[in-house]
């Protein structure tokens, strides 16, 4: 580490926040690594199912005053909190390199994105509205207005810090919600230093709470057991998101699921190909392969298969390799030993079923969680890189002959988050966003995510909208109130 990173670090809040105060942890407190060199950055406090009872308890108590504050100073929280994120771009982006292990452009990019958060739910907090009107047989006058759900658990993944936690928290506070925040043990610092930030911008105490744990489910079980939670909304796995819908459902919460994706990515013979392998890097490599909206599957047309496939290898075959920190580096570490390890299992299974190992394909000795940028073609359907989702630099091509038959075969998967299409003919666009079974779809693009956007999936890919007009929806009850007709 050097000094520079050695002084954001030391600067960190490493506590947890509830109330408006650094509290220690029940549990003492849990390492959190580098994944490009295996260093210790920070310790945080590690907090009890009890601890989250207690931040549980402050998002209550802050509960009616915050719903009560007028929606324009909920907003300006937001906004200043944006203009201080602005301000200190690239320390965020230095803490996520750090603890996440994305080079460090894409952490500035994160810093854009996610920041775009606050500035939207700041524009958004304003525009919470109703109808009036007459009931149709003319008996009575009908309001329907908006009010914000209540305490909301927040419960963020590892692989965009910073982005998935304004994403909800700004939507939440936007709304008039109260929050406990939970971030990814993996990568809790980013979320410390964001909370600094809304504290800074006038963010009164109780209004988001952050426990960071290394014990994540009884945690989460203690807080979704409690009746005063309204909400729970989550980013993560669909095999965790499936679990906290069960229990979700003990307490009858309102729910936000983001979850696992297995987006297709369908190359025309009509397609502009030049487009098609730059979208092919950026929906595949983008943050080292590990996003839930990373292209999976590579379904070519056999006729334009052989070159997409000879130019998409030079590309990869070209990407830097190393500590997200260093100039120039494209394709930092992944995020632990399991996933390297999870990695070359994917790639095994493909061999060992007939594919080739275009280029790449190996992980690197260490220090750090390294995978090689890798493209496997002659992939089949069975093939496990298929089946599953990757996080992982790891391109996997499959040819197909007919329309049917690519969207037969993008559209068989439990997951529809998003999927890509590159064509020239606007009618086949057209068809393909009626035909694709998921809730975004790039078209002639590699990366679709903007906050003025509903993100979000179809299926086992999760429930609801983040971002966009739709976003602060999530977070709001829809009531309806009679009165007589002023006319007898
Ligand atoms: P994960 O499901 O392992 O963890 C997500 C969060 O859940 C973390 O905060 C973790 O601490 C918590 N958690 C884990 N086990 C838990 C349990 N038993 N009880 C309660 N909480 C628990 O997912 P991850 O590895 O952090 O993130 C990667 C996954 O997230 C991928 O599947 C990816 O597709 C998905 N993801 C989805 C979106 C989206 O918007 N749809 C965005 C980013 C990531």
Redesign the pocket.
């Known amino acids: 580490m050097n000094a520079r990173e050695t002084t954001l670090l030391e600067a960190l809040p490493t506590g947890l926040y509830i109330d408006g105060k650094w509290v220690d942890g029940a549990d003492g407190t849990f390492d959190v690594h580098d994944p490009a060199t295996g260093e210790v950055l920070a310790r945080v406090a590690d907090a009890s199912a009890q601890d989250g009872l207690r931040a549980l308890d402050a998002a209550a108590a802050a509960q009616r005053s915050w719903a009560r504050t007028p929606p324009r100073e909920r907003g300006e929280v937001l906004r200043r909190t944006w203009q201080l994120l602005e301000d200190r771009a690239e320390d965020f982006a230095l803490l996520m390199t750090l603890e996440m292990g994305k080079p460090i452009a894409e952490s500035r990019a994160e810093v854009a994105y996610g920041g775009e958060f606050l500035r939207w739910f700041a524009e958004e907090a304003v525009r919470i509205s109703g109808r009036y009107g007459p009931a149709p047989e003319g008996r009575g006058l009908m309001t329907v207005s908006h009010r914000p759900v209540g305490p909301c658990y927040l ?6 810090p910073l982005a ?1 936690a304004t994403r909800k928290i700004a939507p939440a506070v936007a709304a008039g919600c109260t929050a406990v925040v ?4 993996l990568t809790p610092l980013t979320t410390l230093a964001l909370i600094d930030l809304l504290t800074e911008a006038g963010l009164p105490p109780g209004v988001v709470n952050v426990v960071t744990t290394s014990r ?2 009884p945690l ?1 079980d203690a807080l979704l057991a409690d009746r005063r939670l309204r909400k729970l909304s ?8 499936v ?2 819908l069960r229990k979700a459902a003990g307490n009858v919460l309102r729910t936000s699921m ?4 297995n987006a297709p990515f369908v190359v025309f013979e009509d397609a502009d190909l030049d487009r098609a392998v730059d979208g092919a890097v950026l929906a595949k490599f983008r943050n080292i392969g590990q ?2 909206t990373a292209a999976n599957r590579f379904l070519v047309h056999r006729s334009v298969a052989d070159e997409f496939v000879a130019r998409l290898t030079d590309r990869v075959a070209a990407l830097t390799v190393g500590r997200g920190t260093e100039d120039g580096v494209e394709i930092g570490p992944l995020v632990s030993d399991r996933a390297v390890e999870g990695s070359a299992r994917l790639v095994g299974d493909a061999v060992a079923r007939g594919a080739v190992v275009r280029t790449g394909g190996r992980a690197p000795a260490g220090p750090g969680h390294y995978f090689e940028p890798t493209l496997l073609d002659g992939v089949t359907a069975e093939m496990a890189v298929s089946a599953e ?1 990757i ?1 992982a630099p790891i391109v996997g091509v499959q040819r197909f002959d007919t329309e049917d038959e690519a969207v037969a075969l993008a559209n068989a998967t439990d997951f529809g ?1 998003v999927g890509y299409v590159f064509t020239r003919d606007a009618q086949r666009g057209a068809r393909m966003m009626e035909l694709i079974e998921t809730g975004m779809l790039g078209l002639n693009v590699g990366a679709v995510s903007n906050a003025a956007a509903p ?1 979000g ?1 179809v299926k086992q ?2 429930l609801g909208r983040e971002g966009g007009a739709e976003g602060i929806g999530e977070y709001l009850e829809t009531t309806y109130t009679l009165t007589p007709s002023p006319f007898g």
Request: charged share 15%.
């Open positions: 419960v963020t993944p590892w692989n965009f998935m939970k971030p990814a043990e994540p489910e989460s989550f980013t993560g796995s669909t095999r965790v998101g679990s906290l983001e979850l696992g994706g996003a839930c989702e996080f988050l993100f999936g890919s999760g």
